[in-house]
């Protein structure tokens, strides 16, 4: 039975170490198939574009550089034959497809072989749980540090938790994915493997409850600033300025408008007749 140190949620060390399922960590590991599973997948990467030019695709050459007899030299068709300098080149990489097939049963042989090797060596650790309630790079970065990792880490979630994958995105030397997904090459690749408890024992954690929701404080109200104050002093005293105009004009034209009114009206009203007297 092979066991591994086991941590809390927190990151702190438990007293008794983790026994990893013996159907499945057995110590056995498989070398040439190791070896396999990795050629395979690095040939996957590669996209298979690396291509030369051949003398048909150099330009220039058209014609002989010299006579076929009578130079004494050897005799030449073009400029552009692979022997000459800018020619053509011969059995250069050409555009194909790398992709290698591996047996589905030969792949998982080759996960079980490293992690295997990974759980022999002491470098495969088991975490209660990732108790992540929101992405946090801080917190993943703590927790590996309280774990007293370094290097390049692996951590394995046991339902492909999005907090914890997005709180390690940003890490350069951690990767994290499900533990289901992690394939020989990445087990391979990392110094230390963190693998969360569910993952091993099939039992999900569950949901972490909601936090008590804090009372929001009231928004403290912005203080306006001098230039501000003043802008707005200045545009009430023009307000009140014009109004005192305004209002000064309306009175002077009210007092103008009865006095012209009289005048016309008396100016317009006809002088009263002499009645005729009887004689």
Same mark, same amino acid.
């Given at each position: 039975?092979?066991?591994?140190?086991?941590?809390?949620?927190?990151?702190?060390?438990?007293?008794?170490?983790?026994?990893?399922?013996?159907?499945?960590?057995?110590?056995?590991?498989?070398?040439?198939?190791?070896?396999?599973? &990795?050629?395979?997948?690095?040939n996957n990467q590669r996209q298979g574009t690396a291509a030369?030019?051949?003398?048909?695709? &150099?330009?220039?050459?058209?014609?002989?550089?010299?006579?076929?007899?009578?130079? %004494?030299?050897? $005799?030449?068709?073009?400029?552009?034959?692979?022997?000459?300098?800018?020619?053509?080149?011969?059995?250069?990489?050409?555009? $194909?497809?790398?992709?290698?097939?591996?047996?589905?049963?030969?792949?998982?042989?080759? $996960?079980?072989?490293?992690?295997?090797?990974?759980?022999?060596?002491?470098?495969?650790?088991?975490?209660?749980?990732?108790?992540?309630?929101?992405?946090?790079?801080?917190?993943?970065? %703590?927790?590996?540090?309280?774990?007293?990792?370094?290097?390049?880490?692996?951590?394995?979630?046991?339902?492909?938790?999005?907090? &914890?994958?997005?709180?390690?995105?940003?890490?350069?030397?951690?990767?994290?994915?499900?533990?289901?997904?992690?394939?020989?090459?990445?087990?391979?690749?990392?110094?230390?493997? &963190?693998?969360?408890?569910?993952?091993?024992?099939?039992?999900?954690?569950?949901?972490?409850?909601?936090?008590?929701?804090?009372?929001?404080?009231?928004?403290?109200?912005?203080?306006?600033?001098?230039?501000?104050?003043?802008?707005?002093?200045?545009?009430?005293?023009k307000a009140t300025k014009a109004a005192k105009k305004s209002?000064?004009?309306?009175?002077?034209?009210?007092?103008?408008?009865?006095?012209?009114?009289?005048?016309?009206?008396?100016?317009?009203?006809?002088?009263?007749?002499?009645?005729? %007297?009887?004689?």
């Amino acid at each position: 039975m092979i066991e591994a140190p086991h941590y809390t949620s927190a990151g702190s060390k438990r007293n008794s170490a983790f026994a990893l399922p013996a159907e499945y960590y057995d110590g056995t590991v498989n070398e040439p198939v190791l070896h396999q599973a &990795v050629r395979v997948f690095l040939n996957n990467q590669r996209q298979g574009t690396a291509a030369t030019r051949t003398r048909s695709f &150099v330009s220039g050459g058209n014609q002989k550089p010299w006579k076929q007899k009578g130079t %004494g030299r050897a $005799r030449q068709g073009s400029t552009r034959a692979p022997h000459w300098r800018g020619g053509g080149t011969v059995f250069g990489p050409q555009p $194909r497809d790398y992709r290698t097939e591996i047996p589905r049963k030969v792949k998982q042989l080759a $996960r079980r072989s490293a992690l295997n090797a990974r759980a022999r060596e002491g470098a495969l650790h088991v975490i209660e749980r990732f108790a992540f309630r929101r992405p946090k790079t801080a917190q993943l970065a %703590g927790l590996l540090d309280s774990l007293g990792l370094d290097g390049k880490v692996l951590v394995l979630t046991a339902n492909g938790d999005q907090n &914890v994958y997005l709180s390690g995105r940003n890490l350069p030397t951690v990767e994290v994915m499900p533990y289901a997904q992690a394939s020989a090459y990445d087990v391979l690749w990392s110094d230390a493997v &963190v693998v969360e408890e569910g993952a091993l024992t099939g039992v999900m954690p569950e949901p972490l409850p909601d936090e008590p929701e804090a009372e929001e404080a009231p928004a403290p109200r912005k203080r306006a600033s001098a230039a501000k104050t003043k802008a707005k002093a200045a545009k009430t005293a023009k307000a009140t300025k014009a109004a005192k105009k305004s209002a000064t004009k309306a009175a002077k034209k009210a007092a103008k408008k009865p006095a012209k009114k009289s005048a016309t009206k008396a100016a317009k009203k006809p002088a009263p007749k002499k009645k005729k %007297g009887k004689k």
